[in-house]
């Protein structure tokens, strides 16, 4: 069975940095690319960022290009979304999400707010 | 990057009837595109992927259809449990970009 398990959310100033992390098990974690997603509060789902499975190449969407960094560990089935420079529009539940789009962990709630 | 408009943004219909949700890509995406149901409080769940393709466990009521870059996802007969947000969200290329969601509840 497939499991992913976020952590690392919290409270955080604007302006602030959070490292968000997602325990992988249950499958060939190697082989496959992991997504991050998010949602704020009473609103849609938004795709944030990719890693490739050997974590060579990353892709993130527009608002957190250069602000947030996704790394992974494979030798440890972990995956690591670094955020820095956050503003208040990060907040929201940040989802584990792979392989593919079946998968998604519980999620872990980033507040930034003063 | 390829944008995802999905309509109605919500909808209420009553017990039995047939419901439409569209989905569009500003560019083709071929068939990669999958529908997800998302309960209050709860993850999103997949319904359908390949734009057709009815994940295992769900109820046949659900369908999919469309490629290129006009999709639908028809409930065939609306069931009080089916209350819930339905996306859109293309798997092409990255960005992933999901649909801003469709708003179903029961008249």
């Not at chain 1, 949602?39 to 795709?47: D, F, R």
Request: proline share 6%; net charge neutral.
């Amino acid at each position: 069975e497939v499991k992913l398990v976020e952590s690392g959310g919290g409270l955080v100033q604007p302006g602030g940095s959070l490292t968000l992390s997602c325990s992988a098990s249950g499958f060939p974690f190697t082989t496959y690319a992991m997504h991050w997603v998010r949602q704020a509060p009473g609103k849609g789902l938004e795709y944030v960022c990719v890693i490739s499975s050997n974590g060579a190449t990353t892709n993130y969407i527009d608002s957190v290009n250069g602000r947030f960094t996704f790394s992974r560990e494979n030798s440890k089935n972990t995956l690591t979304l670094h955020m820095t420079r956050l503003r208040p529009e990060d907040t929201g539940v940040y989802f584990c999400v792979g392989p593919w789009y079946t998968n998604w962990g519980q999620g872990t709630l980033v507040t930034v707010s003063s | 990057d390829i944008q995802m408009t999905q309509s109605p943004s919500s909808l209420s219909a009553s017990v039995g009837d047939r419901v439409t949700i569209t989905c569009r890509a500003s560019q083709a995406i071929s068939n990669y595109l999958v529908w997800y149901q998302q309960k209050p409080g709860k993850v999103p769940k997949v319904l359908i992927d390949a734009a057709s393709s009815l994940q295992s466990g769900v109820p046949p009521r659900f369908s999919g259809s469309g490629s290129g870059t006009d999709f639908t996802l028809t409930i065939s007969s609306l069931q009080p449990e089916d209350v819930a947000i339905y996306y859109c969200q293309k798997y092409d290329t990255p960005p992933w970009t999901f649909g801003q969601g469709t708003k179903v509840e029961i008249k």
